[in-house]
C-alpha cells in the first residue's frame, strides 16, 4: 500500500492511513491544492474544470470528493461522469475550460487510483507547475468561498460521442476505407470506459465487433497493463472468432495494443509505428518518443526522410518535444499515441482509426503489417524498490561501469551499444525501477536485461 506523489498528480491505493494511501481526506487535500494553484496559475476570478474518471470501484467516491472540493473553492465544474483520459483532454478546450481533471490509474490494478491534472489546454501539467501544486498541498494554503460563492455543477454525458465524431472527422481517418473492408475485430475493454467507447467508434466505422470484458463495472478481469502475458483470453479468442485483430485497451483508453489475426501480439512498442508508418506516408515530417520506446520508430521515420528525437519518459516531456521539433506524430512505446491534429495526449481512438485506415488501405493481414517493418524485440522488466536501495547510487555505479559507450542520462541512464540497448529508470508512478532492454531478437534482449539485472543486485547488495 502506498500513495506516490509526483509532478503529475497523486496516485495510491485506497484504503489505509491518511498520506500513505490514496484516503478521502488525501483526495480531498490534492484537489484543494489544484485548485488553489489553478486560481494562481488563471488569474480570473471564475474558473471551470472538466473532470471525468474511469471505471474503477473507487471511483464514485474520489469522484465525488473531487468535484465537492472544487465546488467549495468557488470553481464551477462540467461533469462528465464515466469517461476517458482523451475524452477529458478533448473536452477541456472545447469547453473553453480552466483545467481538468481524470480519476484513473491508468494501467494500475483495481486498488489504485489517482488524480491526474491538466492545463487549460488539456494537456498535462509540466514539471514546475505540478511542483506548485505539491507545495501547496503540503502547506495546506487553501482558502475555500463562502456561502454565496460556492461553484455549480453541470453534468455532461456527450463528450464520449463528441470525442467519436472527432476521430472521425481527421482528414487521415477513412471511414469509408474501413468499411469497404469488412473488419472483425474483438475488442477486450479490460471492464472499463474503453469497453464503451471503442466498440461505438468502431462500429460508426462499419466494423463488425466481438467484445471482450466491456462491462464497465471496474472489476478488472486480467492485470489491465496491456501486455502480452496478460491478454491469453483475447489471443484465443481473436483465433476463435477468426476475427482481422483484437484491440486492447488500458482502463483510462490512453494505452493501446493490437492483436494479430493468428492470436499473437502486434507489439505494444509497434502500435505507434505502425501509426507513424502510416501518417508519415501522407504527410511527411518529424516524429518523437520517448527514451524507453523502440528504435523501428526511428527507422520509419528516417524511411520518410523524417527526423525523430528521443525525450525523456513521461507523456509532458514527450509533448514538450513534439512541440519543438513540430512533430507531426510522436508518443509513447507503450502503445500511447500523441497525435497534434487531434491533440496532444495520448489517444487509443486516435490510434484505432488510424491504424485500420492504413490496414485498408495496404490490404494485407495484420501478421503481415507486423512482418513489414524492422525487427526489434524488447524485455520489459522491473526491480521492487525497499528503503535501503540507493537507487541514484546504482544509475552512477552503471554510468561509470559503461562510461565507454553511448550514455544518456537526462532520465535515467540509457546504454547504447551498437545493436542493442538498455535503459534504466525509477518510475514516476510506481516504487520500482524499470530495466527495458532491445535488441534484434527476444533472446537476446532477455539475456542482456538478466545480465543488467544480476549487475544492478551486486551493487545494490541484494
Not at 482502463?251 to 494479430?260: G, S, T
Not at 488510424?354 to 493481414?365: D, S
Not at 501478421?367 to 513489414?372: E, I
Not at 543488467?452 to 541484494?462: L, P, Q, R, S, Y
Request: overall charge negative.
Amino acid at each position: 500500500m502506498t500513495l506516490i506523489k509526483s509532478i503529475s498528480g497523486i496516485r495510491g491505493t485506497i484504503g489505509g492511513k491518511v498520506g500513505d494511501n490514496l484516503t478521502p481526506l488525501d483526495a480531498v487535500k490534492f484537489a484543494s491544492a489544484y485548485g488553489t494553484w489553478l486560481k494562481n496559475y488563471s488569474g480570473k476570478e471564475k474558473l471551470t474544470v472538466v473532470v471525468g474518471r474511469d471505471a474503477r470501484i473507487s471511483g464514485p467516491m474520489i469522484h465525488n470528493l473531487v468535484v465537492n472540493t472544487l465546488i467549495g473553492l468557488g470553481i464551477d465544474v462540467i461533469d462528465l461522469g464515466l469517461s476517458t483520459t482523451p475524452t477529458v483532454e478533448v473536452a477541456v478546450p472545447l469547453e473553453k475550460a480552466d483545467g481538468g481533471i481524470i480519476l484513473t490509474a491508468s494501467h494500475n490494478p483495481k486498488q489504485w487510483n489517482a488524480l491526474k491534472l491538466l492545463n487549460e489546454k488539456g494537456e498535462f501539467l509540466n514539471g514546475v507547475e505540478g511542483e506548485k501544486i505539491l507545495v501547496i498541498a503540503e502547506e495546506e494554503a487553501f482558502d475555500f468561498s463562502d456561502v454565496d460563492n460556492l461553484g455549480e455543477i453541470t453534468e455532461n454525458d456527450a463528450y464520449m460521442d463528441i470525442h467519436i465524431d472527432e476521430v472521425l472527422n481527421l482528414p487521415l481517418v477513412d471511414v469509408e476505407a474501413v468499411k469497404a473492408a469488412k473488419f472483425k475485430v474483438v475488442v477486450d475493454g479490460v471492464n472499463s470506459s474503453g469497453g464503451i467507447i471503442i466498440p461505438k467508434l468502431l462500429e460508426l466505422m462499419g466494423v463488425e465487433v466481438v467484445k471482450l470484458y466491456c462491462e464497465p463495472n471496474g472489476h478488472f478481469p486480467h492485470n489491465p497493463e496491456p501486455l502480452k502475458e496478460h491478454l491469453t483470453d483475447i489471443s484465443e479468442l481473436v483465433v476463435k472468432e477468426k476475427a482481422d485483430l483484437g484491440v486492447v485497451v488500458d482502463p483510462d483508453v490512453d494505452r493501446l495494443a493490437f492483436i494479430c489475426e493468428d492470436g499473437e501480439m502486434f507489439g505494444e512498442e509497434y502500435t505507434l509505428v505502425a501509426c507513424a508508418d502510416y501518417v508519415l506516408s501522407k504527410t511527411p515530417g518529424n516524429t518523437v518518443s520517448n527514451m524507453s520506446s523502440s528504435r523501428a520508430l526511428r527507422d520509419v521515420t528516417n524511411k520518410h526522410n523524417g527526423t525523430y528525437e528521443a525525450s525523456a519518459v513521461g507523456e509532458v516531456n514527450v509533448v514538450d518535444l513534439m512541440k519543438k521539433n513540430n512533430a507531426i506524430i510522436g508518443g509513447e512505446g507503450n502503445g500511447g499515441i500523441i497525435y497534434p491534429e487531434s491533440h496532444y495526449g495520448r489517444d487509443s481512438l486516435v490510434g484505432v482509426a488510424l491504424f485500420l485506415t492504413h490496414l485498408a488501405n495496404k490490404k494485407m493481414t495484420v501478421s503481415a503489417l507486423r512482418a513489414s517493418y524492422p525487427q526489434y524485440y524488447m524485455s520489459k522488466n522491473k526491480i521492487e524498490l525497499t528503503p535501503q536501495i540507493d537507487v541514484d547510487a546504482i544509475l552512477v555505479a552503471m554510468t561509470e561501469k559503461y562510461k565507454n559507450e553511448d550514455i544518456t542520462t537526462i532520465d535515467g541512464v540509457k546504454i547504447d551499444f551498437a545493436n542493442e540497448w538498455v535503459h534504466l529508470r525509477k518510475s514516476n508512478t510506481e516504487p520500482i525501477i524499470r530495466i527495458y532492454t532491445e535488441a534484434a531478437t527476444q533472446e537476446q534482449a532477455d539475456k542482456l536485461a538478466f545480465r543488467i539485472i544480476d549487475e544492478i543486485k551486486v551493487i545494490a547488495g541484494i
